[in-house]
Nanobody, 122 residues
Framework: QVQLVESGGGSVQAGGSLRLSCAVSVSGYTYTMGWFRQAPGKEREGVAAIRTGSGSTYYADSVKGRFTISQDNAKNTVYLQMNSLKPEDTDMYYC????????????????WGQGTQVTVSS
């Protein structure tokens, strides 16, 4: 069973930055990892994704130029650097691993973390 452990959420003022981390309990595989966010009563939205083998990255239009996804293979960890945060970025953020479908930003992943809250105040 693959486990994902997120950290790094918190509260910040608009214009600030946060870095989320997602540690994965497996190594030696290449796979796709994604970051998603979801507000109560809304659909889970793909924010960013990375293919750990090629390093290819994918971003939602709403975060392009502000968020950066990266990986540290030695630590089996994927990061989401979030800059220029806006109040509308307030959500619960989830990481996911092992894509099951064709689109890295669709919520079709096999494993999910427990989520970390990000709150941006104006």
């Amino acid at each position: 069973q693959v486990q994902l452990v997120e950290s790094g959420g918190g509260s910040v003022q608009a214009g600030g930055s946060l870095r989320l981390s997602c540690a994965v309990s497996v190594s030696g595989y290449t796979y796709t990892m994604g970051w998603f966010r979801q507000a109560p009563g809304k659909e889970r939205e793909g924010v960013a994704a990375i293919r750990t083998g090629s390093g290819s990255t994918y971003y939602a239009d709403s975060v392009k130029g502000r968020f950066t996804i990266s990986q540290d293979n030695a630590k089996n960890t994927v990061y989401l650097q979030m800059n220029s945060l806006k109040p509308e970025d307030t959500d619960m953020y989830y990481c996911a691993a092992f894509l099951l479908g064709p689109s890295p930003l669709s919520p079709q992943y096999k494993y999910w973390g427990q989520g970390t809250q990000v709150t941006v105040s104006s």
